[in-house]
């Protein structure tokens, strides 16, 4: 076989595989729904900034980093929250933009609790960068670029919550979107994630609460994928905890009340998937600000997610 030939299946395996998972992985996913389910959006009850970084596979050139930004707030007399988020996802030569608004009407069905629907409209645009290769031999068809239109998708979710749980089921792109069609050696095909995710806090002591929640995410016809997690909280300001993501990784997270309204928070990841021996783990950081005073929040009581 011709080595092009090869080079070319190499190259669409690799596209392929790069956006099999459309959807980005945070292991820190109890401190930021919106990100994976829009119905999340203006449950806290206070206008909030989030800020997330995920560096995947220390040591492994080219290995997924994901960036994301969510601003969201809650209007209490129309009983809805909006937010925006950016995200950018990089696997070596070949990045991902996407820029989402999310709209979530909050209805109160019982004395603690509330049911919110989401919606999240979306753009995203892909491109590969065939400059940051080092060909084995120079090749016309790698010369140009691939820069792919901004392409638009929407999504849905419920979300149920009271101050100390919540339980929530999502579709965050629905649209099946196809990738790279003027290119003949391959084409990469998004499919739609559903995802559930749930928690609940349990009083241990008066200054002490356990926070288990899981979250579960499956595509069509491929095994789903669970993230088990358990979490200490000491004085409602310092959260230690582990999460197990089943047959992929062990993670250890602590997360800092630092101020009412500063969070931050920190994971490692050990891998235990065949890269294992291949890496060095994967960090994640977060940064949550929620505007206003504790005195003058919305949300009088405790929140816990």
Do not use: C
């Amino acid at each position: 076989i011709d080595m092009k030939y090869i080079k070319y299946l190499l190259i669409a395996g690799f596209v392929q595989l790069g956006f099999a998972q459309q959807d980005a992985l945070f292991t820190n996913y109890m401190f930021n729904p919106a990100n994976f389910n829009p119905a999340y959006t203006g449950s806290r009850g206070v206008t909030s900034l989030f800020l997330q970084h995920r560096q995947q596979w220390q040591g492994i050139a080219g290995a997924p980093e994901t960036s994301y930004f969510n601003v969201q707030t809650y209007n209490a007399a129309n009983k809805s929250g909006w937010g925006l988020g950016v995200q950018n996802d990089q696997l070596g030569n070949i990045k991902e933009t996407e820029v989402s608004i999310d709209y979530a009407y909050h209805l109160k069905v019982s004395d603690k609790g509330q049911l919110s629907l989401g919606i999240k409209g979306s753009v995203n645009q892909y491109a590969v960068d065939f400059n940051a290769l080092n060909p084995y031999q120079q090749d016309g068809a790698l010369v140009q670029n691939i820069d792919r239109n901004w392409t638009p998708n929407f999504g849905m979710g419920l979300f149920y919550y009271t101050d100390r749980s919540y339980v929530g089921i999502a579709v965050p792109h629905l649209l099946e979107q196809s990738h790279f069609d003027n290119v003949q050696v391959g084409q990469a095909v998004d499919k739609a994630h559903f995802n559930a995710s749930a928690g609940y806090v349990f009083d241990v002591s008066p200054r002490l609460q356990w926070k288990p929640s899981i979250f579960v995410r499956t595509l069509y016809q491929l095994p789903a994928q669970f993230d088990l997690s358990s979490s200490f909280m000491v004085d409602q300001k310092v959260q230690l905890g582990l999460t197990y993501r089943i047959d992929a990784a062990l993670a250890g997270m602590a997360a800092f009340q630092v101020h009412p309204q500063w969070l931050m928070g920190y994971s490692y990841d050990f891998d235990r998937s065949p890269l294992r021996n291949y890496n060095q783990g994967s960090h994640e950081i977060f940064l949550r600000y929620e505007f206003g005073s504790a005195k003058n929040r919305i949300v009088q009581s405790p929140r816990f997610f």
